[in-house]
Nanobody, 112 residues
Framework: QVHLVESGGGLVQAGGTLRLSCAAS????????MGWYRQAPEKQRELVAT?????NTNYAASAKGRFTISRDKNTVYLQMNSLEPEDTAVYYC????????WGQGTQVTVSS
């Protein structure tokens, strides 16, 4: 099936920048959508951004103007600028084929 490997999380000060990446491997045919979700402690998992094969993107309101999602074949990136403490969460890579696939999650911590 599809295996997703994330990287790029870490600790950054408010106003700083991080770039997350996620590489899909395995049976990578017909992956229609890739994206990023996040989950903060004691909160529900929420959409951050998605990108379809044709290039259409969707962003959460909190991400618009600060985050940029991009895709290079089977690797998806999330450029995060002007990070805020409220962005602190575990970020999960997502891919849609016939089934939904999820990465293991990478921690992003933004200090005030």
């Amino acid at each position: 099936q599809v295996h997703l490997v994330e990287s790029g999380g870490g600790l950054v000060q408010a106003g700083g920048t991080l770039r997350l990446s996620c590489a899909a491997s395995g049976n990578i045919f017909n992956i229609n959508v890739m994206g990023w979700y996040r989950q903060a402690p004691e909160k529900q998992r929420e959409l951050v951004a998605t990108i379809a094969s044709g290039g259409n993107t969707n962003y959460a309101a909190s991400a618009k103007g600060r985050f940029t999602i991009s895709r290079d074949k089977n690797t998806v990136y999330l450029q995060m600028n002007s990070l805020e403490p409220e962005d602190t969460a575990v970020y999960y890579c997502y891919a849609k084929q016939y089934w939904d696939y999820w990465g293991q999650g990478t921690q992003v911590t933004v200090s005030s």
